[in-house]
């Protein structure tokens, strides 16, 4: 178990439209998510804490306005990147954290989606 | 805040020779220590943790990591490795009294791609 998906896996958009990046747990619920953004050759970073039912956390110098979270579901998670630009390009990983008792230190990550922007 | 330190970008090493993947962190509070790999196409996969008790951890595929708190080091070893331990890998740290939003948050070192020839 412990299971977590993201769509698309893969994504090219051009400069100015908006991109919306799935992330779902599938056989536990999780009511925090995180996501993250992986540079090539860098480590992850923290962009923000995803908390279902309620306003996301953001990592101090990531722009809410540009990164949109939605947490509707105890499964899923959404990161919309709006008015994409070429400097948004980049490896977006997200992760939960199982709710299960005994579990809650533990997060799977998902398997990351490409953006490419144009 | 924490950090952490991958002292090798990159490991190359034989078949059935031992292998070494240091991690150093900084913290001004308690941490809990993860191990994290991740295969090619796929997402991160926790491969050993530290909570408390028993500074030497195991994982089922012959890994172990010890945790030293006076060297606030966390490297990770394993004896002999195989060509499918290539992967890239992460050393990550969680603070382990945090609370609220900051629970579960993870900082993670830059990584490093362990690489295994025949």
């Known amino acids: 178990g412990a299971v977590v998906s993201q769509h698309p896996s893969w994504v090219i958009c051009k400069s100015g439209t908006s991109v919306k990046i799935e992330c779902r747990s599938l056989?536990?619920?999780?009511?925090?998510m995180f996501w993250y953004r992986q540079f090539p050759k860098q480590s992850l970073m923290l962009m923000a804490t995803?908390?279902?039912?309620?306003?996301?956390?953001?990592e101090q110098g990531v722009e809410k306005d540009k990164f949109l979270i939605n947490h509707a579901s105890l499964t899923l998670s959404t990161l919309t990147v709006t008015s994409a630009h070429p400097e948004d390009s980049s490896f977006y990983i997200c992760?939960?954290?199982?709710?299960?008792?005994?579990?809650?230190?533990?997060?799977?990550f998902g398997p990351g989606t490409r953006l490419t922007v144009t | 805040a924490q950090s952490v330190t991958q002292l090798d970008s990159q490991v190359p090493v034989f078949e059935e020779a031992p292998v070494e993947l240091r991690c150093n962190y900084s913290?001004?509070?308690?941490?809990?220590l993860f191990w994290y790999v991740q295969y090619p196409n796929q997402g991160l996969q926790l491969l050993l943790k530290?909570?408390?008790?028993?500074?030497l951890v195991e994982s089922i595929n012959g890994f172990e990591a010890e945790f030293n708190k006076s060297q606030t080091s966390f490297h990770l070893r394993k004896p002999s490795v195989h060509i499918s331990d290539t992967a890239e890998y992460f050393c990550?740290?969680?603070?382990?009294?945090?609370?609220?939003?900051?629970?579960?948050?993870?900082?993670f070192g830059q990584g490093t791609i362990l690489t295994v020839h025949p």
């Open positions: 913290s001004s509070v308690s941490v809990y």
């Open positions: 992760s939960a954290r199982d709710d299960r008792q005994g579990r809650s230190y533990e997060q799977y």
């Open positions: 056989d536990f619920q999780a009511t925090t």
């Open positions: 530290y909570l408390s008790g028993s500074t």
């Open positions: 995803s908390n279902e039912g309620s306003k996301a956390t953001y």
């Open positions: 990550a740290v969680s603070r382990s009294n945090a609370g609220g939003t900051s629970y579960g948050k993870l900082t």
